[in-house]
């Protein structure tokens, strides 16, 4: 296997807008990012990956833009960011940025010349079509944010595709202009020293000529069929590999919804010249009822087949990225672990220790690292997420299910949960803005915070440094052949690395219980790397706490 320095990487996930406002307009900013890099570089993390910071109308939190090659008014300017680029290099941290090219806002230049006619130059950036009549949409397709996955424009009396709101209207990928377009603006940041893409949805960018109905999922048909990982992907990425990515020292992680192992396997192959890595969503996807709206938990066998199944699958072949939360997620402990008071911390340290050992590059979501929950929210007025809004509208407001059955799917789900400002320290606004937040604060910042953490050497905090500082000192965690244990256990998640001749044990409980549990005989007496909670391993037969977690290593 290749050693490439973005495997041996751990990567931070900033969502700017409520990472660090500098100037009380209770935004988060450039500069606030700036302001925190000492913060980063004492965790220990390598690499930034920021949510998009492109000028932006903020429909769908500058995952809209509207101009690819300027800041979001609220986040700064160029400058800023040639400053805080500068700063991070300084200290060796590198800087991956969003790339959202599925869509555009439909405020983006390219799109404000395609509607207006249809022999515009920009007319076929985008995708459209004749609707059945004027009041009939081409297909039966949805939109991910709700409501149909077309929109009639008044203009020309056509209908645009949005995958995702009507304000982002999708790229037309087979217009090789517009792949050019990508092409030379990836190419301008990259020549500015970026180090890297996120690309959003990048699995959806090659759509199928024909667009017939889909199959009626919800409320609406599922384009999935003929949007995701369509026909020309590869050849796609592929191009942009050879026009862009190869000539750079970059890392590039594609997300890819819809993605298996054989599929991540080409996108991500060491030799299929595509992309560095993909995340897969088959570990956040338990849907239930009403879709992605579901209070369950993972059942933990379920939860670790398919985990285990990524590891082996891509081994030596393909390379896994590994994520429990991201801004689209809840938070990680409230819903892999356990955020009542008695076990957050230690649950929490539990699941870092669970996917840090695992082969891959972890990646934690801000705030992560101190054990921030999900959200207390109240009520609908509470939620500021386009995904959130729609739906609550589009579940309850219909009829289909009562406010008391959807509220707490939707407040376990919400992507809100993961967007709540970081906090910083126990002051007002936990040090986040000295303004009003555009979104409020957990009131639990008054005993999770950064500052009481860094001060704290049992914290959360620590335990991610202590992770990810051993990831520095042993190629094993990086490089080493991965093997599941236990796989019918209810309770514990269990496996061993391997790498020439040394060999770990990782043992993570998942429940509230006591189980027992016997350590493997070539693992009694070896030394223990981390641990969240002291035990004996002399012993070959070990009761386990609730949300233990250990690595032996022989
Ligand atoms: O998310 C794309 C995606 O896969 C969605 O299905 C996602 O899971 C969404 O949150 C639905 O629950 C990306 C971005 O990460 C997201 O923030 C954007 O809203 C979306 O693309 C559109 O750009
Ligand atoms: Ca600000």
């Known amino acids: 296997m290749k050693k490439t320095w973005w495997k041996e990487a751990v990567i931070y996930q900033i969502y700017p807008r409520s990472f660090m406002d500098s100037n009380g307009d209770g935004i988060g900013d450039l500069k606030g990012i700036t302001s925190r890099l000492d913060y980063l570089k004492f965790l220990g993390v390598d690499v930034l990956w920021l949510s998009p910071i492109y000028k932006s109308p903020n429909d769908d939190n500058g995952y809209d833009i509207s101009d690819y090659q300027a800041i979001m008014d609220e986040f700064g300017t160029m400058e800023d960011f040639d400053e805080m680029l500068a700063e991070a290099h300084k200290r060796g941290l590198r800087i991956v940025m969003d790339l959202v090219v599925n869509h555009t806002s439909d405020e983006h230049r390219w799109f404000m010349e395609s509607r207006k006619s249809t022999d515009n130059e920009y007319r076929d950036y985008y995708i459209w079509r004749e609707g059945k009549d004027s009041q009939t949409p081409p297909n039966n397709w949805g939109s991910c944010f709700g409501g149909p996955a077309w929109q009639y424009d008044e203009e020309t009396a056509m209908y645009y595709l949005h995958l995702f709101s009507k304000k982002q209207p999708d790229l037309n990928w087979d217009n090789p202009k517009v792949r050019q377009e990508v092409f030379d603006m990836m190419t301008w940041w990259c020549d500015k020293g970026i180090d890297g893409f996120r690309m959003d949805v990048i699995s959806m960018i090659s759509k199928t000529k024909e ?48 993605v298996t192992t054989e599929l991540a396997k080409q996108y991500a192959g060491e030799d299929t010249h595509e992309l560095n890595m993909v995340f897969q969503f088959e570990h956040v996807d338990n849907h239930g009822k009403y879709g992605k709206w579901d209070d369950q938990k993972w059942q933990l066998t379920k939860l670790k087949k398919i985990l285990n199944h990524w590891q082996m699958d891509l081994y030596d072949k393909a390379w896994n990225s590994l994520f429990w939360d991201n801004h689209d997620q809840p938070r990680a402990v409230s ?100 303004g009003t937040p555009w979104i409020p604060v957990n009131p639990n910042y008054k005993e999770i915070n950064a500052k009481s953490e860094t001060a704290d050497p049992d914290s959360v905090f620590h335990y991610y440094k202590k992770l990810i500082a051993l990831r520095k000192e042993n190629p094993i965690m990086v490089y080493g052949k991965y093997e599941p244990l236990m796989e019918d256990s209810e309770e514990l998640f269990v496996y061993t690395r391997t790498l020439d001749d040394k060999k770990l044990l990782v043992v993570c409980s998942f429940t509230d219980q006591d189980t027992v549990f016997t350590i493997p005989e070539e693992f009694v007496g070896s030394s223990c790397m981390i641990a969240n909670m002291e035990n004996d391993y002399s012993k070959s037969d070990i009761t386990i706490r609730p949300y233990e977690a250990f690595v032996l290593t022989k």
């Open 211 to 258: 667009m017939p109905d889909g199959e009626i999922n919800g409320f609406y048909g599922d384009y999935g069929p003929y949007c995701v990982h369509g026909p020309n992907i590869h050849k796609y990425l592929q191009e942009m590999n050879e026009k862009v990515l190869s000539r750079y020292d970059i890392m590039t992680v594609g997300e890819t919804p819809g």
């Open 335 to 434: 819903r892999f672990g356990d955020d009542r008071p008695q076990y957050r911390v230690t649950s929490a340290k539990m699941l870092a220790t669970c996917l840090h050992m695992m082969q891959g590059s972890p990646y934690i979501f801000q705030g992560e690292e101190l054990g921030m929950t999900n959200y207390p929210f109240q009520s609908p007025d509470d939620f500021r997420d386009i995904e959130s809004i729609n739906a609550y509208k589009e579940w309850c407001a219909s009829g289909k299910v009562s406010h008391e059955e959807f509220w707490p799917c939707i407040t376990f789900r919400s992507r809100d949960n993961a967007r709540t400002p970081v906090q910083w320290d126990d002051t007002e606004q936990a040090g986040f803005t000295t």
